[in-house]
């Protein structure tokens, strides 16, 4: 049976698509893991920003806890961010972001790495440090982008759960990371409902103990609950001037935790 036949009509690339993706030839690079694994690996970090390389590509000698680039440093955020604000990319798009009413953001790199550093002051503001655990219970935004790279950059560890989970899976998943700082939206639009995200958690958090502080991005507009001293509006912290448009990379061990995901 032929692929059109499975599949219905076969569009294939054009060869200047092939020609320009990361992984042109699918077949020399199974070859070339097979032949050399540790190697392969070696060239793919090569690809990254290292601020400190490895002693040791992989570690095996407490199997089946293997350990990858022992010793090295680095830093998610700046990889997808720093590395490009240094070069002629700073002002390609970096985030195209449309919501489900109709309204459109764009970012560049610049931008993006501005409101992220911003971001990742707030958060050092709140006393979130390296290690930290921040959960995140957010729609489809670009703030839920900037939350991740800015727990991303100070070290901290992102959770994030999915905008739309119940009182009880908010809960657990608060208590379980031990969360000092949740993020949350007021709502988000969901196949032209709402979803009323805040009052979600405003139920988890009476059953949840540790959260120091609340964040709070406006999205929706509806009227919420806002407990003085705990929750705090995003656009009202991001014009505090505490949150400066520069912020300090942490430089993360190679086998530091980035997020914690619950399945």
């Known amino acids: 049976m032929s692929q059109k036949e499975l599949h219905g ?8 698509v092939i020609d320009y993706a ?17 190697g392969f690996w070696e060239k793919r970090a090569e690809e990254l920003h290292w601020f400190e390389k490895w002693d040791k ?19 998610i955020a700046y990889n997808c961010l720093d590395v490009h604000i240094k070069t002629a990319h700073r ?19 610049y931008k993006l790495h501005r409101e992220t550093c911003k971001f990742a002051n707030v958060l050092k503001s709140m006393g979130v440090e390296k290690g930290d655990r921040v959960t995140i219970y957010m729609g489809r935004t670009p703030e839920i982008i900037m939350a991740m790279l800015a727990c991303a950059r100070i070290g901290a560890v992102h959770s994030v759960v999915y905008g739309g989970f119940s009182v009880e899976a908010l809960h657990e ?3 379980d990371s031990e969360s000092k700082v949740l993020i949350v939206s007021d709502g988000a639009y969901l196949r032209g409902k709402i979803v009323p995200l805040k009052e979600i958690a405003d139920e988890a958090l009476q059953r949840a103990g540790g959260i120091e502080h609340v ?10 609950y806002m407990e003085t001293g705990r929750d705090m509006w995003l656009h ?9 448009q ?3 990379i942490e430089m993360t061990d190679s086998e530091d935790p980035l997020f914690m995901l619950y399945t």
């Open 9 to 16: 009509e076969v569009f294939h690339p054009s060869q200047e």
């Open 57 to 75: 590509v992989i570690d095996d000698s407490n199997k089946p806890f293997y350990k990858w680039f022992t010793g090295a440093k680095t830093n």
């Open 91 to 109: 002002n390609k798009l970096a985030l195209i972001w449309e919501g489900e009413n109709g309204d459109k953001e764009m970012f560049s790199y």
């Open 22 to 38: 990361n992984i042109p030839d699918w077949d020399a690079l199974q070859k070339e893991a097979s032949e050399d694994n540790i």
């Open 236 to 244: 009202e912290l991001m014009n505090l001037p505490v949150a400066t």
């Open 246 to 248: 520069d912020c300090a």
């Open 173 to 175: 998943r608060i208590e």
């Open 215 to 224: 964040i709070v991005a406006k999205r929706t507009g509806q009227d919420i």
